[in-house]
């Protein structure tokens, strides 16, 4: 039988593991630097000028959203690049479909906080 944790032991460790993720994007990658501090900085904005709690939170949530998918797509990357320095074609792929979700969050981002802010 597995000596695997559960209930509370569980839940402590994986918080464990997300936030030696966090860490590890923040140390590690540049786009996810710059996003987590636009995150700083926008949040007491959407606080301010959310007209209601559920527009500052649709206005964080957006922020939030850009950063769990620019992690995906740093771990995407990661994956790829432990697996070889050689160019593969399913490998461009898959880089590049991490990198179109990161911007198409980031459009997200954009049209959630011109409509809100403009409305």
């Given at each position: 039988m597995k000596n695997e944790k559960t209930g509370l032991q569980r839940l402590v460790a994986a918080a464990g593991f997300s936030i030696q993720g966090m860490v590890a994007g923040y140390r590690n990658?540049?786009?996810?630097?710059?996003?987590?501090?636009?995150?700083?900085?926008?949040?007491?904005?959407?606080?301010?000028?959310?007209?209601?709690?559920?527009?500052s939170l649709l206005l964080i949530s957006s922020l939030l959203a850009l950063l769990i998918v620019e992690l995906l797509n740093s771990a995407v990357e990661?994956?790829?690049?432990?697996?070889?320095?050689?160019?593969?074609?399913?490998?461009?792929?898959?880089?590049d479909?991490?990198?179109?979700?990161?911007?198409?969050?980031?459009?997200?981002?954009?049209?959630?906080w011109v409509a809100l802010l403009t409305n």
């Open positions: 990658e540049a786009a996810f630097r710059q996003e987590v501090w636009l995150l700083v900085v926008l949040v007491p904005v959407a606080l301010w000028f959310g007209d209601s709690i559920s527009e990661a994956v790829v690049d432990r697996t070889g320095e050689e160019y593969h074609e399913l490998s461009g792929r898959a880089k479909m991490g990198s179109a979700a990161v911007l198409l969050t980031l459009i997200t981002v954009v049209l959630v």
